[in-house]
Every structure is written in C-alpha cells, then in structure tokens.
C-alpha cells in the first residue's frame, strides 16, 4: 500500500464530504499520486473519435469544479470526466449530503449539483488547454435546479464550454435534482438531443470543429425506455450514452446502518444491475452508438464484465473512497492480464464478447 493509499485510508475519520475537500486540496499542491511508465498498449481504445491510451476513466462527481483533471490524468486515468457543472454557482441540498456504506463497499450522496458555475470551470479548462493535461478531459453539463428552461441550461453549458472540452456529457440522470430525470422520457429527450443538436451544429459551423456528446442515463429504467432512448440519441446525432448514473433502488443486500439515506446510491452493490442495463443498450444499440460502462467498478474483473457486456470504455468513481487513489493502477494492470489470459489482443476485440 502506498503513502497516498495510507492518506486515503486516513481521510476516512473525517466526514466524507470534508475528507473529499481535503483529497481536492491535496492533489491541487501537487501532493497526488503519479503513474511511472506508459500505458500497457492492450489497453488502449478509441471511443466515439477520442484516442485513449487506456480505457479507464474517471466518472463525473469528483472534480466537480474542474480543478484537479490534470492530476487525475497524472494518477493513471485515461480520461477524465469534470462536472457536473451548471451555468449558475449553486450550493446544492443541505449537508449532511454524502455517506460512506462501508460495509457494503458504497456511497450514497443526495449533493444537488453543488459546484461553481461555468465561469470558473470554464477558466481552468482554458488554463489547461494553455498547459496541456497529457490526457482527454470531458465536461458534464447540467441544469440549475431553479431554472425556468432547463434545456436552455444544456445548450448554454455546451456553447460556454465549447472549444474547451475534449468532449460533453448532459447529464439528465442525478436523482438529486427533481424533475430532471424527467428528461429521458421520449418527447423531453427529443427536445433537449434536438436543442442539442442544432447548438452543435451552430457551433461547428462558427470554430470548423466538433467533439463528441454522451448522454450520461440512469440504470432505473423501465420496459421499452432503453431502446426509446437509444432511437433518440443516434436520431439527434449524439456520439454516445454512458449507463449508468447512481440509482434509488434499495438492494436487500444492504448491511450498513445509512442504507436509508435519500440520494443516489454508487459503488459495489451497482454493479450488477448497472451492467444488465449496459447490455440492453449494447442489444438496442446494434453498433450505431458508443457506450461507456460505469457503475460498481473496482477491479479488473468488474471493468472486463462492462468491456464484454458492451462498453467501450469504463469509468469509476465510488471504488475510490475504499480503494484509494492506486486503485486505478491496479484495475489496469489487472484488466491487461485478464485480457490475455481470455486471448484478447486488446480492449476493443472484448467488446460486448459476452
């Protein structure tokens, strides 16, 4: 276990959304952990036009103000995932907000979309465009919870951001905000992927460039959502959904004593259902859009079931309040080795083998 693992392990007498404070303080001066080496080549994959050098990502939620990418970049992630972001500062639900389920491997958090704005966020990613981050860095996008045209929230996100991002994710599946996950019925998608689409296009046509949109979903969804969601993403031109948000389902298996809070459950108990939803939209999606695997993600083996059931890449978050920060070095040297051991020459031969 390294000196970061054994800090991490410390920030656990603390609350945990002071604990998450002090991890953002920390990796801003420099103090985070740095990956020797390059990539292990198996590794490597392409996802709706973006070239990672491995396939590990850092999910949105943890650098909810787009301050530390760069370290994260230098820990080993492939990519890294900023936001969620809205187009006004807001504080979010009251605290306390974020629970750790330890003896489930899980969190739950009920945050509300708690960050700067786009102002700020915006600031650093010009900065690191300026510096360079050695990485792909992304922006979640979302609406402010007051909002009068919460699709209006999107657009303005995407055009602030534009030119800044390696690539957007709209994020209509946090069950902390109400209402927005109302979003994904049929006719509000049309409209937001529509709104969407033509800023895109706006956009392109004014900087002759274009980066890739995901739709971020929720793994709660109902018979026929799937492929309801699917039809309107490749019908708006979006490059890709990642599945899944934290769901409100309650699994028996639960053990800790704040299973009950409201909020998004993450981590371990995830896994599995987030997975079974990943496959249906891997069925649904017959290869016309790219799919990302989040959810559960602790290991290699946790990451190969997303790789077989359909993602192009994965993206974990949760896993490192247990893990700590050398958990991403591990899943990937884990994930190369299992990859072998099956006969596959890379990430991209394993997708969707199951």
């Not at 957007?168 to 209402?179: D, H, L, V």
């Amino acid at each position: 276990m390294s000196l970061h693992d054994v800090a991490a392990r410390a920030l656990h007498a603390l609350d945990p959304e002071d604990a998450h404070g002090w991890a953002i303080r920390g990796l801003k001066m420099g103090l985070g952990p740095v990956e020797a080496g390059r990539d292990d080549p198996i590794l490597a994959a392409t996802v709706a036009g973006l070239k990672l050098s491995n396939c590990v990502g850092l999910a949105a939620g943890f650098d909810k103000n787009a301050e530390v990418p760069a370290a994260m970049i230098r820990a080993g992630f492939g990519f890294v995932e900023c936001g969620t972001v809205t187009p006004l500062a807001q504080a979010g639900n009251p605290r306390p907000r974020l629970f750790r389920l330890t003896q489930d491997q899980a969190v739950i958090n009920r945050m509300g979309f708690n960050n700067e704005g786009l102002e700020p966020f915006a600031a650093r990613l010009s900065a690191l465009k300026a510096g360079g981050s050695g990485g792909v860095v992304g922006a979640n996008i979302g609406a402010n919870k007051d909002a009068a045209d919460r699709i209006g929230d999107y657009v303005t996100g995407l055009t602030r951001l534009w030119g800044l991002s390696d690539y957007f994710t709209a994020n209509i599946s946090s069950p902390n905000t109400p209402g927005l996950r109302a979003l994904q019925t049929k006719a509000a998608l049309e409209e937001l992927l529509g709104r969407i689409a033509e800023a895109r296009a706006s956009l392109r046509a004014a900087s002759t460039t274009d980066y890739p949109i995901f739709l971020k979903v929720a793994p709660d969804l109902e018979e026929g959502e799937v492929e309801a969601i699917v039809e309107t993403v490749v019908g708006a031109g979006l490059d890709g959904i990642i599945v899944s948000n934290t769901t409100v389902a309650r699994p028996d298996t639960l053990a800790s004593s704040q299973a009950g809070e409201g909020g998004g459950l993450s981590g371990a108990p995830l896994l599995a259902a987030s997975t079974a939803v990943l496959a249906r939209f891997r069925q649904a999606a017959g290869g016309r859009t790219a799919l990302i695997g989040a959810g559960g993600i602790a290991s290699g083996a946790d990451a190969l079931a997303k790789i077989k059931a359909g993602a192009q890449a994965v993206q974990l978050y949760s896993a490192l309040v247990y893990g700590g920060p050398g958990l991403v070095t591990r899943i990937k040297r884990d994930l190369a080795a299992r990859l072998r051991a099956e006969g596959f020459a890379s990430v991209t031969d394993a997708v969707g083998a199951a």
